[in-house]
């Protein structure tokens, strides 16, 4: 075990008030591909970029296409949780840790155990009619093609932030207040490069703030602790 992985267990077992913050990196490690990473999807060929097929313009002017594009690299429910969501589960349960605020869409921390789980970019795991608001599982919108629809005629839309929507207000609220009250902020799997996540750790007054990331980020002179790495092989050790 290294110094720094040494020092976040001292201070992961002497607190009762830990929230992780996590993006893609997070998920990365179950398969679910990172469309912002260089191995991710970037680098597969689709008519549009990622960003113009997932944003709201696009799911209202090309409905077929993007569930094309949704069903073939946005849906992996075969991914089951790593090392870093399982662990993460077991502080909550230890009354360790207060809150995940997760970036993922995927379910995976639900999947591990984790009950406090802000998801701000939302969940492919709910799906709902947008005439009808009626709700739909996800299984109902990947065994079909085209676009899905609702008995009531209305389209079925993926509970999923898109590009040009904004973030839940209630859910950006929350986890505010867990970041702003938190002994420990770690931040995992982001480059922090993107909005909300930049200016979410704003908020933290603290002084452990812990990164884990693969990479280098723009954060890393403002962390207490920096630990490169990938995250369940980090969290596997604690
Ligand atoms: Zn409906």
Request: charged residues 25%; aromatic residues 10%.
């Amino acid at each position: 075990m290294n110094e720094a992985i040494s020092t976040l267990k001292q201070w992961i077992d002497a607190s009762d008030n830990i929230v992780f913050f996590g993006g893609a990196g997070v998920s990365t490690e179950s398969g679910i591909p990172d469309f912002r990473s260089v191995d991710g999807l970037y680098n597969q060929h689709y008519r549009y970029p990622p960003e113009t097929i997932l944003s709201h313009t696009f799911f209202m002017a090309q409905t077929a296409e993007f569930y094309r594009f949704y069903r073939d690299k946005m849906l992996c429910l075969t991914a089951k949780p790593n090392a870093a969501h399982r662990k993460l589960a077991e502080w909550e349960q230890q009354g360790k840790l207060r809150a995940v605020v997760t970036q993922n869409i995927d379910g995976l921390h639900q999947a591990a155990g984790s009950k406090e789980v802000l998801e701000l970019h939302g969940s492919v795991l709910r799906n709902y009619c947008m005439r009808c608001h009626k709700p739909y599982d996800v299984r109902d919108i990947q065994k079909g093609t085209g676009v899905p629809k609702c008995a009531c005629g209305g389209t079925i839309k993926p509970d999923v932030v898109l590009y040009e929507e904004g973030l839940d207000g209630d859910i950006l609220r929350r986890s505010v207040e867990y970041i702003a009250a938190a002994d420990i902020l770690i931040i995992g799997g982001t480059s922090l490069a993107v909005y909300p996540a930049a200016g979410l750790i704003d908020y933290y007054r603290g002084d452990k703030l812990v990164l884990v990331n693969k990479t280098a980020t723009p954060a890393d002179r403002r962390a207490d602790l920096v630990i490169h790495g990938a995250i369940g092989e980090v969290f596997s050790q604690l």
